[in-house]
């Protein structure tokens, strides 16, 4: 006897990375919206290499902004 596998219920390793490329996806547009927001206080430069930096190191990017860049980001606008 073999198990037949239902072609339209995904596997359950297609579910984990399909969630897992979703929280990437929402944690890189919560960091660009945050960013645009904060650009302002950014010289053009800094603004450039973090959007830079959030949009092509998918997960470390957008983590290292949310946790260290807005704090770095002085509080007066430059």
Do not use: C
């Not at 660009?32 to 997960?59: E, G, H, N, Y």
């Amino acid at each position: 006897m073999t198990v037949e596998h239902n072609p339209l219920i995904p596997a359950a390793y297609d579910v984990v990375w399909s969630v897992v490329a979703l929280l990437i996806i929402v944690l890189t547009i919560v960091a660009l919206v945050t960013l645009s927001r904060l650009a302002k206080r950014l010289t053009s430069a800094q603004a450039l290499v973090w959007t830079l930096v959030v949009l092509f190191v998918p997960l470390v990017g957008p983590s290292v902004w949310l946790s260290i860049g807005r704090r770095a980001v002085p509080a007066h606008p430059v």
